[in-house]
């Protein structure tokens, strides 16, 4: 019997010299494994936080693409403008006489025709927003021109509908840190109010 306890007592230091602890190989791996997850965190951290500085952008972009379609529909129902005149000037044909200046323009206020991106267009457009206390309309807001912004509109013929049904494009572009960025609104409008 105390050959067999001797016995036991050699394998059982033989099983603990066996797992004494991680290998170099292991450990490598791991830190491996663990630095390719760090770097993805630090990489999606970094992505979130550059979209989050450019929300006030987007949401400038979304507000004066969606004024100057609204302008375009006011313009129609008020008969300010005919609908010979919605259209851009050169257009698709290269002469649609239209009132929308064709191509990219500053954000400038409307002008007397209370349409953006015509040839009356007063100053560029600013923003207003609020100050150190936070509140509007106080000594220390601040007033930040949009002159980093483009607005195009584009007035297209629907084929086949006689001219009595226009694509409305409004594309706005701006930029940021991380380089140009884009807004598109897409709608119709038709000859009836």
Do not use: C
């Not at 007033?143 to 297209?156: F, K, M, N, Q």
Request: proline content about 3%; glycine content about 8%.
């Amino acid at each position: 019997m105390e050959r067999r306890a001797l016995g036991l007592g050699v394998a059982m230091t033989r099983s603990l010299s066996s797992r004494s602890g991680f290998s170099l190989v292991e450990t490598i791996v791991a830190i491996a494994v663990l630095s390719v997850g760090l770097l993805s965190a630090a990489a999606v951290l970094t992505q979130g936080i550059q979209i989050l500085t450019s929300s006030p952008n987007d949401v400038t972009a979304n507000q004066k693409a969606a004024e100057a379609i609204e302008a375009v529909f006011a313009a129609r129902d008020s008969h300010k403008l005919t609908w010979a005149q919605i259209r851009n000037v050169h257009g698709e044909s290269g002469a649609d006489n239209g009132v929308f200046l064709d191509g990219p323009q500053p954000l400038r206020l409307a002008g007397a025709d209370a349409v953006v991106n015509t040839a009356d267009d007063g100053d560029v457009e600013t923003l207003t927003y609020p100050g150190q206390d936070q509140r509007m309309g106080t000594a220390d807001d601040t007033v930040v021109a949009l002159s980093g912004y483009t607005r195009e509109v584009r007035i297209r013929d629907i084929p086949n509908e006689n001219g009595a049904l226009r694509s409305v494009t409004v594309d706005i572009r701006y930029q940021t840190n991380t380089g140009q960025r884009a807004y598109t609104l897409v709608t119709y409008i038709s000859t009836y109010s």
